[in-house]
């Protein structure tokens, strides 16, 4: 496969209908804003959802969670023992060859050398990624409404209902996400980071909420509005990843009113000479 050839920048459009995009655990697992009030979605869970899309197209993960392990293995470090290699750049290159998501966005290796164990010695090689990504901020101010909820059933036996079976669910009545990021053409070069791998990654974000459903994300709560994906001349790019990012301008329409639609936002696109991107709906 041929190694990405041009720079890549693209934004996202997300919008959150009544539900919880990314809950904070130190906060009672309530959407993460920040003092401001804006929604945040953290680049990690982000990342996760790629990584979650790209299993789904037959992709082999190396940072899979449990429930969706499908190779069998329990941990990162029993995974990463399915590779041997004598040096550590050898490691990295049969690791990046073998998992999408290490040759995507990087990865550390950190683990125990078994043969070294008496020794307490390890290994830790690192992988630098190609794809970065941005934490996702809301355009407005979200509007947070949390629900009071119960179990019909206490968790252990009792002849009274115990204080477990009493809840709360948080959910954002609406928010508009901007997701931005960028691949890297020399990073990609080290990874041998494709143009397959390139077109992958836009599909998933595309697709980004397939197969993502939860009690905290209702099947269709979440969209990908729009994908915005430039697609540079060269390898170093003709424009700052921040520029072509500016380009993008969301805002509200009338700041008195509560948005409740991305009819209550304005998008406008700016120029930007020799570059244009390809817009994608969401489905």
């Not at 009792?158 to 954002?172: C, E, L, R």
């Not at 979440?222 to 994906?229: K, N």
Request: glycine share 6%.
């Amino acid at each position: 496969m041929r190694t990405l050839q041009h720079k890549i920048d693209f934004a996202a459009l997300v919008t959150v209908n009544k539900a919880n995009p990314n809950g904070d655990p130190l906060n009672g697992n309530r959407p993460r804003t920040t003092y401001q009030g804006f929604g945040e979605i953290s680049d990690v869970c982000i990342k996760r959802k790629i990584r979650n899309r790209l299993q789904d197209m037959g992709e082999n993960i190396f940072v899979q969670s449990n429930e969706r392990a499908d190779d069998g293995k329990k941990s990162l470090s029993e995974r990463a023992a399915l590779i041997s290699a004598k040096t550590g750049d050898e490691y990295a290159r049969l690791a990046c060859e073998q998992w999408i998501d290490v040759r995507s966005f990087g990865q550390v290796f950190a683990f125990k050398n078994k043969e070294k164990d008496k020794k307490g010695e390890g290994v830790s090689i690192s992988v630098r990624g190609p794809v970065s990504i941005h934490q996702a901020v809301s355009v407005s101010a979200v509007d947070i409404n949390s629900l009071q909820i119960t179990k019909s059933v206490n968790s252990e036996p009792s002849d009274k209902k115990s204080s477990d079976t009493m809840g709360a669910k948080h959910m954002i009545e609406f928010g508009l996400y901007v997701i931005k990021g960028s691949i890297n053409v020399q990073l990609a070069e080290k990874t041998g980071f494709s143009e397959e791998d390139a077109e992958k990654i836009k599909e998933s974000l595309r697709t980004l909420f397939e197969n993502d459903a939860s009690a905290a994300r209702p099947d269709g709560s979440m969209e990908v509005y729009q994908l915005y994906w430039w697609r540079h001349k060269d390898k170093t790019g003709q424009y700052s990843s921040a520029k072509v990012h500016r380009s993008l301008s969301v805002k509200q329409k009338d700041e008195s009113k509560i948005p409740e639609s991305v009819a209550d936002y304005e998008i406008t696109l700016a120029s930007l000479e020799g570059l244009e991107p390809e817009i994608i709906n969401g489905i």
